[in-house]
């Protein structure tokens, strides 16, 4: 007589078909095909009964071993590639629609990520790093708004010290050079004359013969008397 046949969810370990062995939790039989063996869950499938016939998918953003159902991963994190693990948002990456079913994005130029679900605007005085990680402050001689990428450098007749949102105005008396730090004081012997802090302090008048300076700046010419 006919040898049976092996139930589904399970398939024959000898030539004879004389042995049916069950498949275990984590593998099925899908071909229903006793014959070969019991496949292997795998991807984000899993099978968690004995003598399966079908790998069940799970829901987007869920993850399995491929034994035991699926469980969600939380915000601020995605699955793997192999459906076997919750991963967290790399950082300058974030997870802004708080869905482990979708892909982390990378923050925005001028912004960086605070933690693995938001991303946050640099301050003023700041910029973003190139790969969104953090806000830098600016260096002297720049200034920035908030939510910038880079520094722009201050003009002439401007100044700014490091961190600062705006360049400044130089007072008249003294100048600055392009991405200045600090405005320059004219020197003794030199004067602000076209009260422009974009151009450099010029050499003041020498004193006309028969008179002498009363000042350390040369600015006071007073007249020899009688």
């Known amino acids: 007589t006919a040898i049976p046949a092996c139930d589904l969810g399970t398939y ?7 042995n049916c062995v069950d498949c275990v939790p984590g593998q099925a039989d899908e071909d229903t095909d006793p014959n070969t063996p019991c496949t292997v869950c795998r991807g984000g499938k ?3 009964t004995a ?3 079908v790998c069940l998918a799970c829901s987007p953003g869920a993850i399995t071993d491929g034994a035991t159902p699926c469980v969600a991963c939380s915000s601020g994190q995605y699955v793997s590639a192999d459906g076997s693990s919750c991963r967290d948002c790399e950082a300058g990456r974030a997870d802004t629609d708080l869905s482990a079913s979708t892909p982390c994005i ?15 605007t640099c301050p003023a005085g700041k ?3 190139d790969d969104g990680t953090r806000c830098d402050d600016c260096f002297a001689g720049q200034a920035s708004a908030a939510g910038a990428h880079t520094c722009t450098h201050c003009e002439p007749g401007r100044a700014a010290s490091v961190g600062s949102s705006e360049c400044s105005e130089c007072p008249s008396g003294t100048f600055a050079w392009e991405s200045a730090a600090v405005c320059s004081t004219c020197e003794d012997g030199y004067e602000d004359a076209d009260s422009d802090p974009t151009t450099q302090c010029t050499a003041i ?3 006309d013969l ?8 040369g600015t006071n010419c007073v007249d020899c008397v009688p």
Request: net charge negative; with cysteine; charged share 20%.
């Open 210 to 217: 028969g008179t002498y300076t009363s000042t350390q700046d």
């Open 106 to 120: 990378s923050c925005e130029a001028g912004m960086y990520s605070l933690d693995t679900t938001s991303c946050e």
């Open 46 to 48: 899993y099978a968690d």
């Open 127 to 129: 910029r973003s790093n």
């Open 51 to 53: 003598k399966s016939t």
């Open 12 to 18: 024959t370990s000898t030539q004879d078909g004389t």
């Open 205 to 207: 008048p020498a004193c």
